[in-house]
């Protein structure tokens, strides 16, 4: 697949009705779900876009780009409702083809305006009605079982908002992840955290039986994180190296990962040097371009989408390095990396 189109597409979306959307929710992606070239792939989809999708191709105006692109159906588990009332897809969500995906606590300690992630709309999907604030472990349970069952789901992730204990949400997950293997032995499952004060919780996370985890610090450059995350940006970054480390040493190389995102206003040469610092530690840099979503403050202030040559650019020098130190995003067992939908890297080879 030409980088080019793929990181193009990234960032100017597709003209196309996908009925699986993300369009607002934790951390720094929407848009609609659909599989190109047989990867999953989340696009904006924007009626402004110069791409167009017909008889199962992409096309740029009169151009096909020799892509194929096949929509996400509605999965069947979104029709089911739990016996108090709760729809499943209110629990959690499609992504991509196969991925089932949830925000555990639909609330964050950081979501004061002063404090608040400006690419993040945690707590907007929370007004839209399109989620619930707490899932509990059982109701996790009864949704992945179905999603497994009815739709083939391979794999799950949990994330979680930020809440005010000193391990800063992630141990709920050990609970979430343990109630959902009893009910799916072996289903592999990706936990997202914040460095969580207190390591050994790590250790009971990949007891419980997670096969991979997410600590997301979306920029290594301190004057972005202060500008772009002034509550989670003040988490000193010892705190996250740590918490790597500990990853690295518990779950396995290549089994830890983080988001940068690209287009935050970070040096394109120091954004690398910094993914290359995270290969090293065995930690997998998922690079992602940000996205203007609705509802985020960088929309409200008119921060534009990266260009996408930066995008290819970047996701393609990390392949690269990703290629050499043997560390692909297919390799992770759960979770973005492995997904891959919402950046390039896959499409680049990383
Ligand atoms: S990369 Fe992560 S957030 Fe994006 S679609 Fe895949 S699982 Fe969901």
Same mark, same amino acid.
């Given at each position: 697949m030409s980088l080019d189109t793929r990181a193009d597409l990234a960032v100017r979306g597709v003209r196309v009705a996908t009925p !699986? @959307? @993300? +369009? /607002?929710?934790?951390? +720094?992606s929407d848009d609609g779900h659909v599989v190109i070239e047989g990867r999953n792939a989340a696009l904006p989809i924007d009626p402004a876009s110069p791409y167009t999708v017909d008889r199962g191709k992409i096309w740029l105006g009169e151009i096909d780009t020799g892509l194929t692109l096949d929509v996400v159906k509605r999965p069947r588990f979104y029709d089911l409702t739990t016996a108090d009332g709760v729809r499943y897809e209110q629990i959690a969500r499609l992504h991509g083809k196969d991925v089932l995906a949830t925000t555990v606590v639909q609330t964050c300690i950081r979501y004061a305006e002063e404090q608040r992630c400006r690419f993040c709309t945690i707590e907007e999907s929370l007004r839209s009605g399109s989620t619930v604030a707490a899932k509990t472990p059982a109701q996790l349970a009864e949704v992945a079982r179905a999603a497994v069952e009815l739709d083939g789901v391979t794999q799950m992730v949990m994330t979680t908002g930020t809440t005010t204990g000193p391990d800063r949400g992630a141990r709920n997950l050990v609970r979430c992840v343990r109630a959902v293997l009893d009910a799916v032995p072996g289903l592999p499952i990706q936990v997202q955290i914040e460095p969580p004060g207190d390591l050994s919780v790590i250790d009971d996370l990949r007891t419980a039986g997670a096969a991979s985890i997410g600590i997301h !610090?979306? /920029?290594?450059?301190d004057e972005v994180r202060r500008t772009w995350m002034p509550g989670k940006g003040s988490v000193p970054m010892a705190e996250y190296e740590a918490a790597w480390d500990r990853a690295v040493s518990v779950f396995g190389r290549n089994q830890v990962s983080t988001y940068l995102l690209i287009g935050l206003g970070e040096d394109p040469d120091e954004l690398i040097n910094g993914a290359a610092g995270l290969i090293e530690r065995g930690v997998y840099p998922f690079v992602v371009p940000f996205r203007p979503m609705a509802g985020t403050l960088a929309r409200r202030d008119g921060w534009p989408a990266p260009a996408p040559s930066m995008v290819r650019d970047i996701s393609g020098r990390v392949a690269a390095l990703l290629r050499e130190a043997g560390m692909l995003g297919a390799d992770q067992k759960a979770g973005c990396a492995a997904c891959g939908a919402c950046g390039v890297l896959q499409a680049a080879g990383g």
């Open positions: !699986v @959307r @993300r +369009p /607002s929710g934790a951390g +720094p !610090v979306e /920029s290594l450059d």
